[in-house]
């Protein structure tokens, strides 16, 4: 019992705690970033994707309009040759047609988004807040799916009904009425797309424009691997018509997805800073412990014992320092990461970062990865202090004690 309270007095042990405490705090800090900046960064790609489509297939008229200037024609050859990619997973037709939303009240200008019967509902179940989804099979076939925002502003509801006007043509004298029933009201935390976006069928927009049945304004085509966005869109471009062109999403949203990018970089910076804290910190560890030890290595000395065997000792107890700083911090970043995916305790403005609360996203392959690559770079670091081992005499250490 003297000896354990000997131990916890002396300065190593104060040093080895403090040392510990760091580690803990820089896995920590680097797993919550990692975390954060996982969930935001697909967040944000699931929201643009779900609602404008991974890639997109328009003619080269439309490619810097978000409204469906020109149609092409849509033959199942075409579909075929897309649907043929090992990549593919769903696409649908579009046409997307401005217009303006009014009530008694006020009014709000919006984009109609056309759809037809391959669109995938289910993909919105997520951000749908009241109602359901416009019934396509209907005679009618006039329900729309509004944004909570636009409803608020128009102070509309679900299962109200709201005049929609369209403009043609420049030189045609009065806009174009068209009378909807709400369905459905849904919410991203998206400004561009809640303040915009509504969903209606795709022969409503066809009407409006004179196009034929066979006329749309788009495919938005989506993948099965994300990060193969780019080599996907443009080995699709290949197939295409002359006249069609494949953009990504990350190209239409180019500022969102470089903002986004830096997230990965703002990691890196933690990782490097918090891995150069620890092992300062288990360093000094290390050589007040060697220090104090010093007896002890010159006993080992005299009795013949390698100078790596003696490194060895020391540089396992700083590993066993470690492991268990890296247990704690793994405890608690794992315990924010599962507290705020349940409880999202933590919000965001929804303006700035497009997300009302901070999501997360974090898999036991990056877990392992870190702790692992904090392991192996520390303990090579941690090689170097131990060189103090071999200036040491084993007579004057002997002494000295």
């Not at 303006?100 to 037809?116: N, S, W």
């Not at 703002?266 to 000094?284: D, E, F, H, K």
């Not at 970043?333 to 507290?339: N, V």
């Not at 990056?366 to 904090?374: A, G, L, M």
Request: proline share 3%; charged share 20%.
């Amino acid at each position: 019992m003297r000896q354990n309270r000997q131990h916890k007095n002396t300065v190593s042990s104060r040093i080895i705690n403090i040392a510990t405490v760091a580690v803990a705090l820089g896995i920590a800090a680097i797993l919550i970033a990692m975390a954060f900046s996982r969930g935001l960064q697909k967040e944000i790609q699931i929201k643009t994707s779900v609602f404008q489509g991974q890639i997109l297939i328009t003619p080269f008229e439309n490619n810097e309009s978000q409204v469906s200037l020109l149609p092409f024609k849509a033959s199942n050859q075409l579909k075929e040759e897309i649907q043929a990619h090992p990549e593919f997973e769903r696409m649908h037709a579009i046409a997307i047609k401005a217009g303006m939303l009014k009530t008694p009240q006020d009014f709000e200008g919006v984009l109609i988004k056309g759809v037809d019967a391959d669109f995938e509902w289910s993909s919105l179940d997520r951000f749908l807040v009241a109602g359901r989804y416009p019934n396509l099979d209907s005679e009618t076939k006039n329900e729309i799916l509004i944004s909570e925002v636009v409803a608020h502003r128009l102070f509309l509801n679900v299962g109200d009904t709201v005049d929609a006007f369209f403009q043609t043509s420049l030189d045609q004298g009065s806009p174009q009425r068209r009378r909807f029933k709400i369905s459905g009201l849904y919410f991203s935390g998206f400004p561009d797309i809640d303040e915009n976006l509504v969903y209606a069928d795709l022969g409503q927009i066809q009407r409006l424009n004179r196009w034929k049945v066979d006329e749309v304004g788009g495919y938005e085509v989506f993948i099965k691997d994300f990060s193969k966005l780019r080599v996907t869109a443009e080995e699709l471009y290949l197939g295409l018509p002359s006249e069609l062109n494949s953009s990504t999403i990350s190209e239409r949203y180019s500022s969102i997805f470089q903002w986004i990018a830096l997230f990965d970089f703002n990691v890196l910076i933690i990782l490097i800073v918090m891995l150069i804290v620890g092992v300062i910190n288990m360093a000094t560890a290390l050589l007040v412990l060697i220090l104090e030890r010093s007896r002890m290595v010159g006993l080992l000395k005299t009795l013949g014992a390698r100078h790596t065997l003696i490194q060895k000792i020391f540089l396992y107890n700083g590993i066993l320092i470690m492991t268990r700083g890296l247990l704690y911090g793994n405890l608690v970043g794992l315990l924010i990461y599962f507290s705020q995916q349940q409880f999202k305790w933590i919000s965001l403005d929804p303006q700035t970062y497009f997300v009302t609360s901070a999501p997360v996203a974090l898999s036991w392959v990056e877990v392992i990865s870190i702790n692992v690559f904090f392991m192996g770079i520390a303990s090579l670091l941690l090689w170097l202090p131990s060189k103090i081992i071999l200036r040491m005499s084993p007579s004057e250490a002997l002494r000295n004690r």
